[in-house]
């Protein structure tokens, strides 16, 4: 069974950093592509990042680049979201997906929510 | 990067059908045919439904399926039931390896 458990939200001030985790188990890890996509209260879905199997392919939502780095550890079965700078509309349930090819998220977490407010 | 356009809100009667559109542009939704939809009940994290404009992943019923034409793609709902209730959302893939989200549009069972 494919799992995805995310961690390392909470409450963080304005312009400080913040680093989320995700857990997977169930797949091989290091063949698919993952992605983090985020809900603010009441909101949508917003893509925010999205790194290939081998970290050779990387791409970020323009709201967010220069400001949110992704990465993983193939070696951990992890998924990584270095988020620095971070404003108040950065507020969301973040949620850590699994990509069938790339952008066809076939499997979720159930988010880590991060709260930007002083 | 500007998200897809999906109507608010659709609604529809038990067992009639209901099809939600998702437009975009040529860079997106008409450029590719990897145009995705979810599903997501309340509380819940979303639930992918269509993959690369059509295809049904494993365990999604038949009554969901996907088409494209130009810069606008559709999701369809035959024989709507009253679990279908939720809020949908398209997706595509865009250049430089990124996805682009619709905005979301909420279905309700009349």
């Known amino acids: 069974e494919v799992q995805l458990v995310e961690s390392g939200g909470g409450l963080v001030q304005p312009g400080r950093s913040l680093r989320l985790s995700c857990a997977a188990s169930g797949f091989t890890f290091d063949d698919y592509a993952m992605h983090w996509v985020r809900q603010a209260p009441g909101k949508g879905l917003e893509w925010v990042s999205g790194i290939s199997w081998n970290s050779g392919s990387i791409g970020y939502a323009d709201s967010v680049k220069g400001r949110f780095t992704i990465s993983r550890d193939n070696a951990k079965n992890s998924l990584y979201l270095q988020m620095n700078s971070l404003r108040a509309e950065d507020t969301a349930l973040y949620y850590c997906?699994?990509?069938?090819?790339?952008?066809?998220?076939?499997?979720w977490g159930q988010g880590t929510l991060v709260t930007v407010s002083s | 990067q500007s998200a897809l356009t999906q109507p608010a809100s659709v609604s529809g009667s038990p067992g009639q059908s209901i099809t939600i559109s998702c437009t975009g542009t040529?860079?997106?939704?008409?450029?590719?045919?990897?145009v995705s939809w979810y599903q997501q009940h309340p509380g819940k994290a979303p639930k992918l439904m269509i993959y690369?404009?059509?295809n049904r992943p494993s365990g999604v019923s038949n009554r969901f399926s996907g088409s494209k034409s130009g810069n606008t793609a559709s999701l369809t709902i035959s024989g709507l039931q009253a679990e279908d209730e939720a809020d949908y959302y398209c997706?595509?893939?865009?250049?430089?390896?990124?996805?682009?989200f619709g905005g979301g549009t909420k279905l309700t069972v009349l």
């Open positions: 690369d404009v059509s």
């Open positions: 997906a699994k990509a069938y090819l790339w952008g066809d998220l076939e499997y």
């Open positions: 997706s595509s893939y865009t250049s430089s390896v990124r996805v682009v």
């Open positions: 040529s860079s997106d939704v008409g450029g590719y045919n990897y």
